[in-house]
């Protein structure tokens, strides 16, 4: 599953022709989406973007302010954050429209929520750049659409999500929440 996962972010760069995805470079042009994520008292902790690719989503995220170590990070079916002080549950569940099992490692999943780990420094910063052909921003390849009526949410929980136990492979509470947006 490893290979597969590296495969997949392999993939991610090369469906982009290697375009640096920044918020001034021409891959968010078109085909992009943004959300700025919010901690559990409402300060702003960072951004992600999300761009659209031939087979799938690229999302590149840079936050400060959490706790070192992995934490679960999943694609939420609204888009809504407003309920911070409440632990984000506005956001629902994972985007599953086919009631998948959540994990890569279940052979019943994955649900098309589920995204790999975020590793969290020290210093409580965190850059990644991850890439899944679960999801579309607008519905491309007959994969759920982020950007459907009722939004979506990129949303990051306080544990490890061991990509096997249900609903959320043990993540825990939700620490930050970003609504994804048209860019």
């Given at each position: 599953?490893?290979?597969?996962?590296?495969?997949?972010?392999?993939?991610?760069?090369?469906?982009?022709?290697?375009?640096?995805?920044?918020?001034?470079?021409?891959?968010?042009?078109?085909?992009?989406?943004?959300?700025?994520?919010?901690?559990?008292?409402?300060?702003e902790l960072g951004?992600?973007?999300?761009?659209?690719?031939?087979?799938?989503?690229?999302?590149?995220?840079?936050?400060?302010?959490?706790?070192?170590?992995?934490?679960?990070?999943?694609?939420?079916a609204v888009g809504?954050?407003?309920?911070?002080?409440?632990?984000?549950?506005?956001?629902?569940?994972?985007?599953?429209?086919?009631?998948?099992?959540?994990?890569?490692?279940?052979?019943?999943?994955?649900?098309?929520?589920?995204?790999?780990?975020?590793?969290?420094?020290?210093?409580?910063?965190?850059?990644?750049?991850?890439?899944?052909?679960?999801?579309?921003?607008?519905?491309?390849?007959?994969?759920?659409?982020?950007?459907?009526?009722?939004?979506?949410?990129?949303?990051?929980?306080?544990?490890?999500?061991?990509?096997?136990?249900?609903?959320i492979g043990g993540?825990?509470?939700?620490?930050?929440?970003?609504?994804?947006?048209?860019?």
């Amino acid at each position: 599953m490893i290979h597969r996962l590296a495969a997949l972010i392999a993939a991610g760069a090369a469906a982009l022709g290697g375009a640096a995805i920044t918020a001034s470079g021409p891959a968010l042009a078109e085909g992009a989406a943004v959300a700025t994520l919010i901690g559990a008292n409402g300060q702003e902790l960072g951004r992600a973007q999300l761009v659209e690719g031939p087979a799938g989503v690229v999302i590149r995220i840079e936050l400060a302010g959490l706790e070192p170590g992995f934490k679960g990070m999943h694609l939420h079916a609204v888009g809504s954050c407003d309920d911070h002080d409440g632990g984000f549950k506005h956001s629902g569940s994972h985007v599953n429209p086919d009631q998948k099992e959540h994990g890569f490692l279940n052979p019943k999943g994955p649900d098309d929520g589920d995204l790999p780990n975020l590793g969290v420094a020290p210093d409580g910063t965190a850059e990644a750049e991850v890439f899944t052909t679960l999801v579309s921003l607008t519905g491309a390849g007959g994969r759920p659409a982020l950007l459907d009526a009722d939004g979506s949410a990129l949303v990051i929980h306080a544990n490890t999500d061991d990509h096997m136990s249900q609903p959320i492979g043990g993540a825990g509470p939700r620490v930050a929440c970003g609504v994804i947006q048209k860019q």
